[in-house]
């Protein structure tokens, strides 16, 4: 049985919980997502913790964002956990692009669009002209020109960057809500069957998996939906 193309967001900053997680879910899923919280308290060691003896990919999720020099040391630094997946913020031009993925080569350097905590009118407030597709669909070419070979973006823009970045690149989709699900600090969400129909690669799931009474029977649940649509679609 093949795992599912999840990455189960580890949000959380106690290293107990984000390894109970972990081991609840990795039967089911692909990946495990390492956020800013984790990382930042218990750094490098955290990804050993957390991955265990499972061979799951490790997806983190540092959103670099800072001059190119900066940039290519942190992912220099990075390297040795051997991570699958890396974003770097699309914003922080294509020469800070380039150079993390220089800097691993074996990573997917995955450039991170527009948050999917925003909306069109703050996009504006902060100075992205146009709505959230365009802009989406411009950073997205623009990345992956610099020689990004992931993009995130939203559920709602995935089928327009499939068309503009083509088949070969991969498509993370965070806001993924299985139906009846709440959507909390997330703006533009799909449901995970929508998000697979229209292109995604991996869908980011959090809360709704490791804020169920038991992680590892909503990760399955999940999962087999994914499984049927997969086989009946």
Same mark, same amino acid.
């Given at each position: 049985?093949?795992?599912?193309?999840?990455?189960? &967001?580890?949000?959380?900053?106690?290293?107990?919980?984000?390894?109970?997680?972990?081991? &609840?879910?990795?039967?089911?899923?692909?990946?495990?997502?390492?956020?800013?919280?984790?990382?930042?308290?218990?750094?490098?060691?955290?990804?050993?913790?957390?991955?265990? $003896?499972?061979?799951?990919?490790v997806f983190l999720d540092l959103k670099l964002h800072d001059i190119p020099a900066t940039v290519a040391a942190a992912a220099r630094a990075v390297?040795?956990?051997?991570?699958?997946?890396?974003?770097?913020?699309?914003? $922080?031009?294509?020469?800070?692009? +380039?150079?993390?993925?220089?800097?691993?080569?074996?990573?997917?350097?995955?450039?991170?669009?527009?948050?999917?905590?925003?909306?069109?009118?703050?996009? &504006?407030?902060?100075?992205?002209?146009?709505?959230?597709?365009?802009?989406? +669909?411009?950073?997205?070419a623009y990345s992956v020109a610099a020689g990004a070979r992931a993009i995130v973006?939203?559920?709602?823009?995935?089928?327009?960057?499939?068309?503009?970045? $083509?088949?070969?690149?991969?498509?993370?989709?965070?806001?993924? +809500?299985?139906? $009846?699900?709440?959507?909390?600090?997330?703006?533009?969400?799909?449901?995970?069957?929508? &998000?697979?129909?229209?292109?995604?690669?991996?869908?980011?799931?959090?809360?709704?998996?490791?804020?169920?009474?038991?992680?590892?029977?909503?990760?399955?649940?999940?999962?087999?939906?994914?499984?049927? +649509?997969?086989?009946?679609?």
């Open positions: 049985m093949n795992p599912a193309p999840i990455a189960v &967001a580890l949000d959380t900053d106690d290293l107990q919980t984000a390894a109970r997680w972990a081991n &609840a879910v990795t039967p089911q899923v692909s990946t495990l997502k390492i956020g800013l919280a984790l990382y930042m308290r218990y750094g490098p060691s955290v990804v050993a913790s957390v991955r265990g $003896g499972s061979g799951v990919d390297a040795s956990l051997h991570p699958t997946y890396l974003t770097v913020h699309a914003t $922080g031009g294509a020469a800070m692009i +380039r150079a993390a993925v220089e800097a691993l080569p074996d990573t997917k350097v995955a450039g991170v669009t527009v948050l999917t905590s925003l909306a069109d009118d703050e996009l &504006a407030a902060v100075g992205l002209a146009g709505p959230a597709l365009d802009t989406v +669909r411009r950073l997205s973006c939203s559920p709602r823009e995935v089928a327009a960057v499939r068309a503009e970045v $083509g088949e070969d690149i991969t498509l993370i989709t965070p806001g993924v +809500r299985p139906p $009846g699900s709440g959507v909390h600090d997330q703006a533009r969400v799909a449901t995970p069957e929508q &998000a697979l129909a229209d292109g995604a690669d991996l869908l980011v799931v959090g809360r709704p998996i490791t804020g169920a009474a038991d992680p590892g029977a909503a990760a399955a649940t999940l999962a087999r939906a994914l499984r049927r +649509r997969t086989v009946t679609g």
